[in-house]
């Protein structure tokens, strides 16, 4: 547990860093105003990609060669898991824009949402030739992800489209991308955090750039490349500096620090 | 898959076209307003009705004589479900009320569900001897079913009556309508969605007649009776639509669709 | 099922006679004005005082020789619920506030139930080894519990430190104090009411005579001692007359009264 109080002491500096950089004109690195209102950017992507950096350093051969487990009754939890994240996703891209532009909002996350819902159930069949429940349970919330950069600053349609891309983009990434790249880098996304969080928020922050007329693009690159990079340097140092306490030579199971029945 | 997008695809123009009529004077058949707000009988009555055309042309023999299983679990996560809905039906039903009836509304399908649950609670334990965890599951959600048409415009407790007499309703419809009803028309309510939507939404429906004052009984009467003839007719025609691409022998069984494990 | 419908209209007028007494200045026992916004005194304490009046009558030897059972299922089941109340406990304490409180209310009760969902991991760990899944379950919701009181009328670093120091006692309680009690009392509090609504519902109105500078002191000691009393004294009566309906020699189980399958 020490190591999970470590990694939260380390991790919320970074962020705060990254915010202050982007939004408040820290470092004076930024050429202009960034648009991220639901946290595509700042909350998601960098949060997968602080993640990514941690597991570079920390996955040892063991766990790696162990299968992560699922069961019907796990992935029925999933889905109650993700039922409540898809209800509530309105109100969490809603809560910091202004009351008139509430209900817009909400409409374009809960149309993002519905997309990538769609997306992804068609994208899963195409690809795994059945539903994988794990990319209902997880690509469908993709839309939420990816809608957070423009969620109050664009139209339905644009919504609905935006949502359909980050379905399709985070099935394609649980099915082909993943065990690609978890074979090339020899580390576990153990709940494919980069497939749902890391790729539809950089995707998201991106479609800002050219589907909102008066924004600033090369702020809006920038800012995107600075928050790839503190997460990145950041997840690895914090991974360096976690491996200090121990790595774990077993991979983690539930009752070693759960009393569960 | 392509069956369920095709159905998807028949319903939204009859559903459509249903509006069209009721509310917004389509062809002329409306004699006066109609009301329902929270959708008893444009949303719940008429998807119910719908899906019951649809089944009269779909069931097939085999389909008919195999067993719906449920077990404790499956049971217990239909009550995370049902505890969901029971909790976002009151915004659910004040989503388009004016922004000064959103208490009094919301409170009025509180009080139609705590109803409903509470009569669920008792008819199950009359009419089987002990509580039915699939009743309270449905019915206690009938009260939201059944305020639909009025909950912006009854007081609190006309609400309260209401829920209670649409959970004894729709327990009766699940104990006893449904098990007579399928034998005579050879079809599965796999959901009981008629128990639950179709029933009590109508009851809702009529409802209004009796508890708004100023309503307009001939539009409310004749608003019913179209709803109800456009949602059998078109879930007709779209079973027999469906049924060229193919009807099922064998019942579904989830890992027909779904990798779930 | 008699004796369930029996409690309910023998603990309303009970837990209305103290609202009366402790906010209408009923029977003029009230010093000045009660703050209870949130209810940690005249919801959460008065009900699990209550409970204990009910089961100090109730328990039989039977009962209390037999192990409540929980499996790894039925605690995920706890946490889902658990969530649930979590994630709507700021509209329930905001639910009366006025309009403009409503954003101060509800970030003090989410830095409340973090910092009791916190402490209750840390506290877990050093009581008994392991994370016990019933504590987080329970004791991260004390945090919510604890500031019924002060939502509206504290500031955010106050309010985390409340969530803390509830979570803390509701985890001693539930790992510590429960058996101690239970084995003097001879009875059992099977969802542990006591620990997570009791204690902290006090230690919650007793807050409030700390962190709010313009508080009737004495006014707020008398009306918790008061809804104490008449807590317990209406559970031991209501306890008493419907033990007249008979007691269980056996442990309740749920096949007793539901068809679950």
Redesign the interface.
Known sequence: ?AQYILLAILFIPSYMLNEWIIFNGGLKLMPGSFTDTGGSIVIHAFGALFGLGVIMTMTTKKEFDTKVE????S???SM??S??LW??WPSFCAALVAPELIPVTAVNVVLALCGATIAT??AS?LL?G?????DIANAALAGGVAIGSTCDKTNHVVAFIIGILAGVLSTVSFAVIQPKLQEKLKVIDTCGVLNLHGFPGLMGGFAAMFVINDINRSAQFIGIVISIIIALVAGLISGKLLSVFGRRAEPYFDA??????
Request: hydrophobic share 50%.
């Open positions: 547990m699922s069961d019907e009754t992935n029925k939890f109650v898991g039922m409540v209800l509530f159930y068609v069949v795994r059945k539903i994988g429940i794990g070693e620090e759960f009393i569960a029945d």
